[in-house]
């Protein structure tokens, strides 16, 4: 399964949840869809989840996450990123190209309002419970590897320098008042 199967499937999942703001009912109809597949299918998609998690290791975006969950650790820092995942291709795409444009999105804005944190830990075990189910088994544990890049160091600086993540987050910022 290569990435653009993959943003189809997930899209086939939001289709079918009749709340796409719980990433977790997303995360759940998506491994339902994939344990349809081949065991072959399966184990790819779990390198192809991996490959999208690479691609979102980015301190920008998790300078993004920081605001809006106020604070951000490694393994929330995985599960914003499950959560951007479940939002499918577009959204991804759009804000890992630009992640203050998350203070666009209505998800944000309503998470900003309710004061509640944007994650999906469950979308990361989409792959692993389609497996089990297909074959009653534990998905192999040398079917992924992760590789992820060298943060920007033009994004290391202390995420709670407020003036600093104003000028260079400032939609997001102005909507939490961070």
Not at 3 to 11: Q, R, S, T
Not at 41 to 49: K, R, V
Not at 108 to 127: F, H, K, P, Y
Request: with cysteine; net charge negative; charged share 25%.
């Amino acid at each position: 399964m290569n990435k653009e199967d993959l943003w189809v499937l997930i899209e086939e999942a939001r289709e079918q949840v009749p709340d796409t703001r719980d990433g977790s009912n997303i995360a759940d109809r998506a491994s339902a869809l994939l344990a349809r597949g081949s065991v072959q299918e399966i184990t790819a998609a779990q390198q192809t989840l991996w490959d999208l998690m690479a691609d979102s290791y980015q301190n920008r975006l998790w300078a993004a996450a920081y605001v809006i969950n106020g604070g951000c650790s490694d393994d929330g820092f995985d599960y914003f990123r499950g959560w951007l995942i479940a939002q499918g291709r577009t959204t991804f795409e759009r804000v890992l190209a630009a992640p203050d444009i998350l203070a666009e999105l209505s998800q944000v804005r309503t998470a900003a309002a309710e004061g509640t944190d944007l994650d999906c830990e469950n979308m990361l075990s989409i792959v692993w419970n389609a497996h089990r189910k297909a074959t009653g088994q534990e998905l192999p544990a040398d079917a992924f590897t992760i590789r992820y890049p060298d943060l920007d160091p033009a994004w290391d600086f202390n995420f709670d320098d407020r003036e600093e993540m104003a000028r260079r987050l400032p939609a997001l910022t102005a909507l939490y008042s961070y």
